[in-house]
């Protein structure tokens, strides 16, 4: 890969992971015109050479969330920076793929609650039990019906919300390209689920979201331009996995399990009285 990518001569590469592999890819490039943060996420050891010749500020400019470090390197390159908030637009083909998977579920758009119980890390997945119990509670008291999302890899997960949810519950999880995904998410009328790159993707759409978190912060790591709430455990924390929390790596602790079902589910009541009385306002 890094001769093919060699042999392309780039004018130009961005390291936005700034990880001591992307470092050794930036350098192989060759590249005339390379960007990279000062100071580095990593900090080079003493017989690593900074690659990057251009320098992006670290922290960022417009705030604490991780957004503006990925935007830092647009302004080192002069670039004017436009549009802060991530948008994105669900295709034609998604919108019709996503309208036949309602219509199959017998759901109405923007009439339910696109629900991903899923995360890249063990440790970032609240219990299927706590998320069937929320979806039942959230469906007596609201009449909203939930739609389970996610990939392959999280079929066992929604099973077992299946299983144990008694409201009508309908998953999706494994059958969605992420185009069809993308407009399924604009389509619902809030998001439920864990810290994850579905909870972005439907902030991003426009979808209100309800995220679960552990130790990492929201404020860094929160949906952004969008009503929201974010559920964090109570502090100072009583650890629920000693032997498998990687201390000082807030990314790789298991907190979220110690999210109680009444502050989930009251969250998610909130953001729904919340959404629909912006509804309101905006029809009066």
Known sequence: MAADLRRRQFDLTIDVADSKTSRIMQRVIGA???????????????????????????????????????????????????????????????????????????????????????AGFEGRRWQPERFAAVIDEVYTTTGLRSLLVGGPDESATAQAILNMAMSPLMSVVGELSLETLTALLADAFIFLGNESGPMHLAASVGTPVVGLYGLTPPDIWGPLGVL?????????????????????????????????????????????????????????
């Not at 502090?235 to 907190?255: E, I, R, W």
């Open 32 to 118: 005339p015109l390379r960007v990279g943060y000062n100071p580095p996420d990593r900090p080079l050891k003493f017989w690593e050479v900074q690659p990057a010749n251009i320098f992006a500020d670290a922290r960022g400019h417009g705030g604490a969330h991780y957004l503006y470090r990925y935007l830092s390197p647009l302004e080192a390159l002069g670039i004017e920076i436009c549009e802060v908030t991530p948008r994105l637009e669900p295709t034609p083909v998604g919108r019709s793929a996503s309208a036949q998977v309602l219509a199959r579920s017998n759901l109405a758009t923007k009439a339910f609650i696109a629900v991903h119980a899923g």
């Open 228 to 284: 929201h709430r974010t559920v964090e455990p109570p502090l100072p924390c009583q650890c629920v996995a000693p032997d498998l929390c990687k201390h000082g790596n807030a990314s790789a602790v298991y907190c979220v399990h110690r999210l109680p079902v009444a502050k989930v589910a009251q969250a998610t009541r909130d953001l729904i009285d919340a959404v629909r009385q912006q509804a309101n306002e905006a029809a009066n």
